[in-house]
């Protein structure tokens, strides 16, 4: 299918889907949501893909949600017409790894978007930062939460009521970034993990997903029980086997997803 909003290429088992808006800097409207939930849904269902990663370009990732869009929008509009919560309820349904690669400005939903993502690497030259409160809103797709949650309650509140941005070193030092490498190497950096991922078995691969969101939402216990249930699970897999086979073997593993 083609796409107005995103280019996405598949190839040795990772999808590249890159935000192609250029006229407004990848601002999210409605049709560059609905196609990236389509088309990472589309990942989840495609066996060929293990891994996803979301890019934009070295300037920016996103400069957040389409502001002409929703300039003249009245609170029954955004309110009855649930603005992105299918969308962004798809997307937090792919249960494949996603990395958000993001080099210049992830703003706003931009932000949200990288956050939504399962880790995020970024470029030296990387700006994240939730402005909302310049417009006379607030962060709507995550800036209050899953900011909080990743960089804590000082750094949040300090990127939401004074719309500052945090450049990369910031945010690799509050734990928002995984790595921060030079913006020419994002790409290959980004692509090189995707690619170590996508060695893996897709059923461990899963499990950790799983796994590592269900401490966002549920207490340390339940969350133990729940690692330990997943981790017992996994004696049940030929991957299991032939991890640990091949470890006492001295051999690279061959897992078949089984
Ligand atoms: N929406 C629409 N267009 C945008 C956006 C945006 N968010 N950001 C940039 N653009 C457009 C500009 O209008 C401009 O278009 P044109 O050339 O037609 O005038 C083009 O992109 C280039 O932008 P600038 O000329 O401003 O470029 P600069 O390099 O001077 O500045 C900035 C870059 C700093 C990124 C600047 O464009 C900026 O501040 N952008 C807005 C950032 C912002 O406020 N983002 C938050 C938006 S609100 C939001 O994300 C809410 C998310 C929650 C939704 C909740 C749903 C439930």
Redesign the pocket.
Known sequence: MAYETIIVEIEDHIALVKLNRP???N??NDTLLAELADVLTAAQKNDKVRCIVVAGTE??F?????????SDKSFVD?FMG????AE?AAIARVRKPIIAAVSG?A??????LAMMCDFIICSDTA?F????I??G?I???G?TQRLTRAIGKAKAMDMNLT?RFMDAEEAERAGLVSRVVPAKKLMEEAMAAAGKIAEKSMISVMAVKESVNRSFETTLAEGMLFERRLFFSMFSTEDQNEGMTAFLEKREAQFRDR
Do not use: R, S, W
């Open positions: 006229d407004a800097m601002a999210l300037k920016y996103a400069a957040g949600a389409d502001i002409k869009m929703m955004v649930d603005l992105f919560g962004t400005y703003l706003g939903g931009g932000c949200e700006k930062g939730q402005p909302e310049n417009l809103v962060a709507g797709l800036g719309g």
